[in-house]
Each structure stands twice: as structure tokens, then as C-alpha cells.
């Protein structure tokens, strides 16, 4: 498994950030307390984190 360089890292936290903003749920105007936006985030970190290790681990990633 080669490392992953800087600009795919920086790639992945903006996919993490993105989604995060995308999935978690709205309270009338306001998105939540900064609890819930940490968990979104490290939830989503680990979820496309463990994707991206499967398709590693299964060769389908180059």
C-alpha cells in the first residue's frame, strides 16, 4: 500500500467536511451543537476511512 500524498489527504478531509455539512440534520435554521457536527465528522472520517481501506485491501483502488 503506497502513501498517500498531500493533496489526496487534503481531498479526503474536504470529501469528509462536505458530507458532514450534507448529512447532518438541520434544527429549524441552526445545524446543530459543535458536539454533534465532531461526531458527524469523525463518524464520516471512520466511515470513508474503512471504504477506503476495503477497496485497498480488495486491489480496487490503484
Known sequence: MEQMNLTNFLLFLILVT???YT????????KGTW???ISYWIGFFIFFS???GILYYFNLLA
Open 35 to 37: 458536539n454533534t457536527l
Open 23 to 30: 448529512f447532518m440534520p438541520w434544527e429549524g435554521m441552526a
Open 50 to 52: 474503512a471504504g477506503i
Open 18 to 20: 462536505l458530507s458532514t
